[in-house]
């Protein structure tokens, strides 16, 4: 599969989830916004209608876009693997070296990925240095700050 798309069963649900409310209720609503634009009459300066038109218009640059996603998605399920290294799709305790900080994160696709949530990308520096880690193993990740150590204390289920 050409550029597949990794993401976690929740990520997946997530799409899948969004794509079928703006198939089903916005597309609706966009559509009835658009036809009470045109009942106003001259389009030349119809700036509702220009918006309407504008809206339905980056409505289906989403769905498009969802239903990419959902095409070439590849959906890894974290109960599949290995506890024992860091994956995709796993939650893993780690603790920054020098200032001694514990966090949890999720190693995710890239799509997936949402650092406020604790969901690191699996492509990023911090994310991919820490894929194949054993528990107890450290990672030295180069980041624009320089060298970052992460020890990696618990891979959670």
């Known amino acids: 599969m050409a550029e597949e798309i990794l993401l ?3 990520g997946y649900e997530k799409v899948v989830e969004e794509h079928e409310e703006l198939v089903s209720v916005r597309r609706k609503e966009v559509a009835e ?5 045109i009942s106003y009459g001259d389009l030349s300066e119809n700036s509702e209608y220009d918006s309407a038109k504008n809206e339905q218009a980056e409505l289906e640059e ?18 599949n693997q290995r506890k024992d290294i ?4 796993l939650k893993v305790k780690v603790k920054e070296l020098d200032s001694n900080e514990e966090m949890e994160i999720t190693i995710v696709g890239s799509t997936e990925a949402d650092p406020y949530e604790g969901k690191i990308s ?9 894929l ?23 891979i959670l289920v």
């Open 132 to 154: 194949g880690k054993k528990i107890g193993e450290v990672a030295e990740i180069q980041v624009p700050d320089g060298i970052v150590k992460y020890e990696v204390l618990n």
């Open 8 to 10: 976690t069963k929740e």
């Open 86 to 89: 860091v994956g995709i799709g």
């Open 33 to 37: 916004r658009l036809k009470e634009a």
């Open 122 to 130: 699996n492509e990023s520096a911090v994310g991919s240095g820490l």
């Open 62 to 79: 989403r769905i498009n876009k969802l239903e990419n996603m959902i095409r070439k998605a590849r959906i890894i399920d974290e109960k």
